[in-house]
């Protein structure tokens, strides 16, 4: 279950332009050669075809002497070799939390980033993993050990100057509870809770959803001093289908009660992940009504949009994307609400359409498209329309905060909670 | 501010023109502790990009000692990186490590430690071992889990030191520690040195160490809990009882945000599973174990792809697992090609009565997508479907129908594929489609397809009325037909010839003529020889051997063998259970035996087929040994009045072994058995195919080098429904398709030398 080697490449569409950018051995050296190879079967997969994408390929290539372990993320390659037997899902879940913590420490993850903070990625790296072991992978824990970068540290190191980090902090791990360090004070004592749910669904083209689930998070604040011990209790805790948890939630509290008991980290956390399966004739907040008719040249569309079941609540940001078909050259359109937007290179309609508000009239997107060449396969290809919106203050499953109370402090916590629906992965067939 | 910045971060990486390591040099020597620190930083960065600044060694040793934390770190991260390449010179570090080991602050004795075990050089072994004895018993948990992971570190440069100075059993002493995460750490490393121990008596799970990895499994790290959970599997719980004990304290982890650790529960659950005997309790294990499962398809694709290759193991052991969650599976458009792929498979293993309608739509669904093989895979499904549910037949034949009139050309071409299977398993059923097919005769051009629709024309013949212009107008092209298609077409003729004699006798005698006399392909050519023998003996034969009832036909869910499929079950989470293959099978510096390529082969043969969506049918005839038959036939005269195909074709009945290919086959079952994955489509005209590779005996060929040749054809010529004949022919030319799997890397070779 070791993980020896990382190597962060970029990757750009010029094959030619890959470039390693954090190389880091935990154990033996492995050769760079082994990013050349990686290289070359991505290049050799992505020229299998032309709708093939760097997305698309395996994450999992096998050499004869490595298994080449690799995630993509933001453009980025994190590339592991391993020689031996391993826990695949281990070494991704592990690479997934390095774009995750520089997240955390720089705002964004880029390879400018990444050069502009080498050290302290060089550090993080270090502390997150011991020849091999993830060792301290907790973004609480990590800012104890490696200091964020702040525009004051940044000044100082600019100028020159000493950043004496004192040795005076303990390390993670030293406390009884792992997670939360003591001495915690605030005059203010307040927690607050988001609950986020995004919506996974297809649809079929009248409005039916084929498959449909909500994966929601609880996502913490907390600002309460001392050792705060909790119990959050919800109106309708049965509804969940499966969940996970942050490590401070006593498991066996919610087996039998069915409420979350736990003492919580200081600051951003998530509390709690869940998933709810949604019936098929479960109502969605928007209905997207597709129409294409394709001839041998072209296709006439329109696209409706309407509310229907929000709470009377207004859908932002809603965006639908279109992809077309390869040889579509053309486009004309024309819409009542919202902008939209051809690609010609990536064949990609998008229509950002807004704010929706209830009653008022429906968005419509109505106009044609023509292919370059006539072609049977243009002619009878599906399409499958992206949809993006939010709604605040909107459950889709209709989990609701109860109470909270608090134990082992006198103190009274101010509580807040807000909830949101987000389109995840949600999808509707034309 | 930013453009500051950026010029601090361009500062670090400026091009190293000449004499910046003399720069460097000097400022490492400076007298301000913020200029030597900023050189530091300058080394380090040109270190991360690869440029050699080894040169500086003494000079930044000279900087480790310091109380500024961040400053030895960074001494330290250089000297991890460089002193392999200067090994005498890692002696001037030791004395500030040793000293470190014994600092106040604990957060720098566990620095030091871990860092001196990071230092793979033998000087740096020779002082490691007091300092790492005195972590060993620190009284902070910190230092201690650290010096756990050390005691690792050193064993894998030198056992006997690690044994000599009793680390091993201070290891073991610490998996009793007060603290959990210490815990964690000892077992993480006893795990790791059992597995490269010889003796394996490093670490064996017994009641009292289970008991105490189960006690720290709540309270420790998500990595932690990983390694806990995989020493767990390797206990033998004593009774179910206690097997159900076990598995009562691992299915909280199920609950746990962390696949791997989700993952690593569950493979406790299924070996453990094998222990227990109350079904009730098997029961609500299987319902635990579905919600999890599902939740880790919401994940990242690389997340979801291990996932669905490991569900697919778990189902062929399990059915009764995710029974209501089909929906699940359906594929979103942006899914990438290999989670598809493996959704598509596992739709399959879920189809039942109940759902096929769902399933249905949505494979239609995926037949008009972009992705040409994705597409290709669809079709094949939903024949599989149509073969395995029979009250389903029929309406996936009219999706089948449905999709031809698309008159999308590969489509049509995957359909016909796909419906030549289904006639197979429901002869007679769905005769009234011939015409439809048959419309679409000039659009196939791919030799799988186009001999399908001709195998169906020849079955057929006595009810598609203009059956003989169809074949003839195949004919036009006969010479430069690829062989599959020679070999379909000139069966067909014969068949077509024994239904409509009179109609015929022409056809048939061109036939023969052109295939035995213009074409060189023996296995062609040799078939014609045998049909035309045939027929010119003793006709009524001749009918009995190619209109023989075929073998029925199955779609196989279940695709590994038993033995290979426990020996998975063990590596759930695993590389094993990604490419469904025993460890050894892909790790590829290690020999192995024979035995286990076979059963490699075997493995990959299935899941091969599994991936390209291919049916996989089975003969449930069982396939009789071969080689007593082919003995038998070594004596048989083809000339004599006593034909072959009189002698009975069953010798012994051993039943298909599940384990890998059939490799045996008696002269009527010949096709299927070697087409290597059992696969028989042609049973008939396999039949004929056995004739023919006795023919090309006649031409030269020993029987030991037949056999020989048999055994060796029948593993590559897998998942190709016509290769059989190819295969049997033996001549060196089995039919291999492209593997598109992931664990396939034959092309790379060149590249091997390399690493």
């Known amino acids: 279950m070791t993980l020896f080697s990382l190597f962060t490449n970029t990757h750009s569409d010029l094959f030619s332009d890959r470039k390693v950018i954090i190389e880091k051995h935990w154990h033996e050296l492995i050769p760079r050669r082994v990013v050349d190879f990686f290289n070359d079967q991505v290049s050799r997969a992505m020229a299998d075809g032309e709708d093939v994408t760097r997305e698309d390929v395996l994450p999992i290539i096998s050499s004869p002497k490595y298994q080449l372990i690799n995630v993509y993320r933001d453009g980025l390659t994190y590339l592991s070799p391993v020689t031996k037997e391993v826990d695949p899902m281990m070494v991704f879940e592990f690479l997934h939390r390095i774009p995750d913590i520089m997240q955390e420490y720089f705002g964004q993850v880029s390879e400018t980033v990444i050069k502009e903070n080498f050290v302290t990625v060089y550090q993080l790296l270090e502390e997150m993993m011991d020849d091999g072991f993830p060792l301290t992978t907790e973004p609480n824990a990590l800012k104890e050990i490696v200091p964020a970068p702040n525009i004051l540290n940044k000044v100082i190191t600019t100028m020159g100057a000493t950043t004496s980090v004192s040795t005076r902090k303990m390390p993670h791990g030293m406390s009884n509870l792992p997670w939360r360090k003591a001495g915690v004070k605030y005059t203010s004592n307040e927690i607050f809770f988001d609950i986020v749910e995004e919506i996974d669904a297809i649809v079929d083209s009248t409005g039916k959803a084929v498959s449909c689930e909500a994966h929601g998070a609880i996502q913490t604040n907390s600002r309460l001093s001392g050792m705060p011990d909790l119990t959050l209790s919800f109106v309708n805790p049965r509804l969940v289908d499966d969940c996970s948890f942050h490590q401070s939630v006593r498991f066996n509290k919610w087996e039998s009660d069915k409420v979350l008991s736990f003492v919580p980290p200081d600051g951003h956390f998530r509390l709690m992940s869940y998933r709810v399966n949604l019936p098929s004739q479960q109502n969605l907040p928007i209905q997207v009504k597709p129409s294409i008719n394709i001839g041998a040249n072209g296709a006439k569309f329109d696209i409706t949009v309407s509310l229907r079941n929000t709470d009377g609540k207004p859908v932002e940001n809603t965006v639908l994307t279109l992809p077309l078909h390869k040889s579509t050259t053309t486009l004309t359109a024309h819409c009542n609400v919202g902008q939209y937007m051809f690609d010609p290179v990536g064949k990609v309609l998008r229509w950002d359409i807004g704010k929706i508000v209830p009653r008022e009239r429906a968005p419509v997107l109505s106009g044609s498209f023509g292919f370059g060449s006539s072609s049977e396969a243009a002619g009878n290809a599906g399409y499958n329309i992206g949809v993006e919106f939010l709604i605040n203050s909107h459950s889709l499953s209709g989990l609701k905060v109860d109470v909270l109370k608090l134990f082992n402090e006198s103190y009274k916590p101010y509580k807040g909670v807000r909830t949101m629906t987000k389109a995840g992965r949600y999808q509707v067939r034309a | ?755």
């Open chain 2, 1 to 755: 501010m930013a453009d500051f910045i950026k010029q601090n971060a361009t500062r670090f990486f400026a091009n190293n023109k000449k004499g910046e390591n003399a720069e460097l040099l000097a400022d490492l020597n400076s007298e301000y502790r913020d200029r030597r620190k900023d050189a530091v930083k300058r080394v380090i960065a040109n270190m991360t990009v690869g440029k050699d600044v080894s040169s500086l060694f003494p000079q930044v040793v000279k900087n480790m000692q310091t109380e500024d934390l961040e400053m030895k770190k960074l001494v330290y991260l250089y000297l991890m990186n460089y002193a392999k390449s200067n090994p005498d010179l890692v002696i001037l570090a030791v004395n500030t490590f040793v000293k470190d080991t014994d600092h106040v602050n604990p957060l720098i004795r566990a620095l030091a430690i871990r860092t001196m075990g990071c230092i793979r050089v033998d000087k740096i072994l020779d002082h490691i071992c007091e300092p790492l004895r005195k972590c060993l018993q620190d009284d902070n948990p910190y230092v201690r889990k650290t010096a756990a992971i050390g005691v690792a570190k050193l064993w894998d440069l030198d056992q006997e030191r690690a044994l000599e100075n009793g680390f091993v059993t201070t290891l073991q002493e610490l998996v009793s520690d007060s603290n959990p995460m210490v815990v964690a750490n000892a077992v993480t490393a006893l795990a790791e040195m059992q597995e490269s121990s010889t003796s394996k008596d490093i670490f064996i799970v017994n009641v009292a160490i289970m008991n105490k990895m189960l006690a720290a499994l709540n309270e420790c790290t998500e990595w932690g809990q990983i390694a806990i959970l995989t020493s767990l599997a390797d206990y033998k719980p004593l009774d179910s009882k206690e097997a159900e004990n076990v598995c009562e304290r691992v299915i909280p982890r199920l609950q746990h945000a962390n696949g791997s650790v989700v993952l690593s529960a569950i493979r406790v659950i299924m070996i453990f599973l094998r222990y227990i005997k109350n079904e009730e309790f098997i029961k609500g294990l299987i319902k635990k174990m579905s919600p999890p499962l599902v939740t880790l398809l919401a994940s990242a694709p690389e997340v979801q792809y291990v996932s669905l290759r490991n569900i697919n193991l778990i189902l062929q052991k399990r059915p009764d697992i995710l029974q209501n969650d089909v929906r699940v599976f359906f594929c979103k458009y942006n899914d990438p090609p290999y989670v598809k792929r493996e959704k598509l498979e596992i739709m399959i293993k879920l189809c039942n009565d109940k759902n096929i309608e769902q399933i249905l739509s949505e494979l239609k669904e995926y037949a008009s997508e972009v992705d040409v093989e994705f597409v290709r895979k669809a079709v094949r499904a939903i024949g599989r479907c149509a073969i395995m549910i029979d009250e389903a037949s029929e309406r996936c034949v009219n999706v089948l129908l449905d999709l031809i009139n698309t008159k999308v050309n590969y489509v049509v071409q995957e359909a016909i594929i796909v419906i030549k299977d289904i006639f197979r398993k429901y002869p007679k059923r769905y005769e009234a489609i011939i015409p439809t097919l048959c419309q679409n005769l000039d659009s196939l051009d791919e030799p799988e397809a186009k001999g399908s629709l001709i195998w169906i024309i020849g079955e057929y013949a006595e009810r598609i009325e203009n059956a003989d212009e169809l074949i003839e107008n195949f004919l036009e092209t006969f010479l430069e037909e690829n062989s599959q298609v020679q070999l379909q077409l000139l069966t067909a003729t014969v068949k077509l010839f024994l239904k409509k004699p009179a109609q015929s006798q022409e056809i048939v005698h061109r036939v023969l003529q052109t295939a035995t006399n213009e074409i060189d392909n023996p296995d062609t050519r040799d078939r014609a020889y045998v049909y035309w023998r045939l027929l010119s003996t003793d006709p009524q034969a001749a009918k009995a051997v190619v209109l023989s009832d075929k073998p029925p036909i199955s779609v196989q869910t279940r695709t590994i063998s038993p033995a290979l499929m426990d020996e998975l079950i063990n590596n759930i989470s695993t590389l094993a259970s990604v490419y469904h293959k025993p460890p050894k099978a892909f790790m590829g510096n290690r020999a192995f035996s024979a035995d286990a390529v076979k059963k490699a082969a075997a493995a990959d043969a299935r899941d091969e087929e599994q991936i390209i969506g291919d049916a996989v049918l089975d003969t449930t005839s069982g396939a009789p040994a071969a080689k007593n038959t082919i003995a038998d036939l070594l004596d048989l005269d083809f000339g004599s009045s006593e034909p072959a195909y009189t002698s009975p074709p069953v010798s012994s009945s051993k039943p298909a072994s599940n384990n890998g290919p059939n490799y045996s086959a008696d002269l009527f079952d010949m096709s299927s058995d070697m087409s290597g994955s059992g696969i028989s489509v042609f049973g008939g005209m396999g039949g004929m195919g056995g004739m023919s590779g006795m023919s090309g005996m006649g031409m030269g060929m020993g029987m030991g080098g037949m056999q020989q040749q048999q055994q060796q054809a029948a593993a590559p010529a897998r998942n190709d429904p016509f290769g059989d004949l190819g295969g049997l022919g033996g001549f060196g030319q089995p039919q291999q398709q492209q593997p598109t799997k992931p664990a396939q890397s034959s092309a790379e070779n060149d590249l091997l030398g390399l690493f």
